[in-house]
């Protein structure tokens, strides 16, 4: 893609691991020069393939993707730290809540902190070379947790996704009732520590008004100066039909829509940047390592 401006753009696809579709989705945009980086969620059934796939392919740019809520109807995961009842990490089957409101009211603060640790250390001893931290579902971004989530790249020396605001974070439908003042306050910290903010996070359109096509142009269209963070969750036809019941349909069209040659062609002559989280690591870590 050309540029002459600094509109710098990661294209990333979330919940690596949830299914086979969407990692093998993955890793096609990628060999294709469409997406420049992914997340995986250790605790789901499909973190395995990831780790080969990245093993084989050291260019894949791959972080993880913090998880602490199973949302599916019928298709659930557990925590790797199998914390006890009293920790309030899981609902009365063992595995974790649905909802992050309920993860927030009745979660230990440690129970979570060892169960990220958990599974950051899971992904490192599995072989692939992270690039970054982000959030599934907005759970670590909660008050309650948003800390924890700071010390984790700090202790791990790898940048983490946040923007400035959640004003300018696209996906907050689980944090609508966070209290902004003090996820800005602690934005504010993380970019004191080094961390690169992103000036806006773009998410997956999951209620699209038009065809996919002309949503996203009008969406990529209007990217502006600065770093944007596009968290989409593109995924092949499959298995997900059953998994994702209610937004399937959003995952396999928004994988059709950026595997095309047309829509592939649009997206090189757009005035973008194109980066990884790899890009953003390194830097980070030269600037950590110049302050140190």
């Given at each position: 893609m050309t540029t002459s401006n600094d509109k710098f753009v990661v294209i990333h696809a979330d919940d690596l691991g949830m299914s086979h579709?969407?990692?093998?989705?993955?890793?096609?945009?990628s060999r294709l020069g469409v997406f420049s980086s992914g997340s995986v969620m250790v605790p789901c059934p499909w973190f395995h393939e990831i780790v080969?796939?990245?093993?084989?392919?050291?260019?894949?740019?791959?972080?993880v993707h913090l998880t602490l809520t199973s949302e599916m109807s019928n298709y659930r995961w557990r925590p790797l730290t199998r914390p006890p009842a009293s920790a309030g990490m899981t609902d009365d089957y063992g595995y974790f809540h649905r909802d992050v409101g309920i993860l927030r009211a009745r979660a230990a603060p440690d129970a979570v902190e060892a169960e990220l640790r958990a599974q950051i250390d899971m992904a490192l001893a599995s072989g692939i070379d992270l690039t970054h931290?982000?959030?599934h579902a907005g759970a670590v971004l909660a008050p309650e947790f948003c800390d924890i989530y700071v010390r984790l790249g700090i202790d791990y020396n790898l940048p983490i996704v946040m923007t400035p605001s959640l004003a300018t974070y696209g996906g907050i439908h689980n944090l609508v009732d966070v209290?902004?003042?003090s996820y800005r306050r602690r934005a504010a910290e993380a970019q004191a520590q080094g961390y690169r903010m992103f000036d806006r996070i773009i998410e997956t359109l999951w209620q699209p008004a038009q065809p996919p096509a002309?949503?996203?142009?009008?969406?990529?269209?209007?990217?502006?100066s600065g770093y944007t963070f596009m968290a989409l969750h593109v995924t092949q036809p499959g298995e997900i039909e059953a998994i994702d019941l209610g937004w399937?349909?959003?995952?396999?069209?928004?994988?059709h829509l950026f595997r095309s040659s047309d829509f592939r062609e649009w997206l090189r002559c757009q005035?973008?940047?194109v980066i990884g989280m790899k890009t953003i690591r390194d830097a980070f870590r030269a600037r950590t390592?110049?302050?140190r």
């Open positions: 579709g969407a990692n093998v989705a993955f890793v096609e945009l080969e796939l990245a093993r084989a392919d050291p260019a894949l740019d791959v972080g931290f982000d959030d209290d902004d003042k002309a949503v996203y142009k009008e969406l990529i269209a209007g990217i502006t399937h349909h959003i995952r396999t069209a928004e994988y005035d973008l940047e390592r110049s302050v």
